[in-house]
């Protein structure tokens, strides 16, 4: 079981899940790889920004963003979040699109274990959806 370094189980993980399930096996229902990814991303970005990435934001009812309930009425009902390999990112220092960039080239440069997908930014523009996907296609782009 693998827990990045710089992010809690809050941050990953609706806070429904973690009640009914507990904080041991939530971290189980996060893909390992996908934790890797989500650490290899903020290593990177750090290097250049000296800024961190969120994810969930509790303080602010952003508590979707990363691992969601079966019932969670954010996204459609067969969102990639509820498998645990999904997430959406937001650069502490407000650049977006610098960060969608940022992940598609890490995703092209083969420095990302498994996550391969991400929305379109022109649709999620005040996040950036990076997810898995069973594809070839490196990244693989979402349009909605």
């Not at 890797?36 to 508590?63: A, F, P, V």
């Not at 650069?91 to 092209?108: A, M, R």
């Not at 898995?132 to 782009?141: A, D």
Request: hydrophobic share 35%.
């Amino acid at each position: 079981m693998y827990k990045p370094k710089n992010y809690e189980l809050s941050e990953l993980a609706h806070p429904q899940i973690i009640k009914a399930i507990g904080v041991k096996n939530t971290w189980r229902r996060l893909d390992e790889q996908c934790l890797r990814d989500m650490q290899t991303i903020n290593d990177e970005w750090r290097k250049i920004h000296n800024s961190g990435i969120y994810c969930n934001r509790l303080n602010l009812g952003l508590d979707s963003r990363g691992l969601r309930p079966p019932n969670d009425p954010d996204g459609s009902f067969y969102s990639t979040h509820k498998n645990g390999n999904t997430f959406d990112l937001e650069p502490v220092n407000g650049k977006i699109e610098e960060l969608y960039k940022f992940i598609i080239q890490l995703i092209k440069d083969g420095k990302l274990l498994k996550l391969n997908t991400l929305e379109n930014f022109a649709d999620t523009v005040k996040w950036v959806h990076v997810g898995y996907m069973n594809t070839t296609e490196k990244p693989l782009i979402i349009f909605l």
